[in-house]
């Protein structure tokens, strides 16, 4: 073989193959161009779907973690009040003898309505977070 006719033979072959090459770029270009509104929808359906699924799944993990931190805050605030309706109690049976009359007299009232205070807060938050568990036990079952 000569090296001409070689040379003629793959310049051809080149040729060709680069417009085969161009006739399938730009059919590709022209089909994404079409294409390209359908991909936009699909990109937005799968956006949502990831966050859907993103907040269903901190529904069921942070949900039940959040639930019980809120029990368990309203029932040791609860222990707390009862603490401090505890002490003013004392306070208040140490000076149950001035009823009727001594220089203690309104530090004797002022000791039991704020123990009285006290023991409806501890009161109240257990209340709550009792209330707040039977809720959920309820949503609970089908």
Do not use: C
Request: glycine fraction near 10%; aromatic fraction near 14%.
């Amino acid at each position: 073989m000569e090296p001409t006719r070689v040379g003629r033979k793959l310049g051809i072959g080149v040729r060709v193959a680069s417009g085969i090459l161009r006739d399938r770029a730009s059919q590709a270009a022209h089909s994404m161009q079409q294409e390209a509104p359908a991909y936009a929808a699909r990109s937005a359906q799968t956006g949502r779907a990831v966050t859907a699924g993103a907040k269903n799944f901190g529904k069921s993990v942070w949900g039940p973690f959040a639930h019980a931190g809120g029990v368990l805050w309203l029932e040791i605030t609860g222990l707390f009040f009862a603490l401090f309706g505890i002490f003013f109690a004392q306070g208040a049976w140490r000076l149950r003898h001035t009823w009727y009359s001594g220089p203690s007299h309104t530090r004797l009232i002022t000791y039991a309505v704020v123990a009285l205070i006290f023991f409806y807060f501890a009161f109240s938050s257990f209340y709550r977070a009792r209330r707040k568990e039977k809720l959920k036990r309820q949503t609970q079952q089908p």
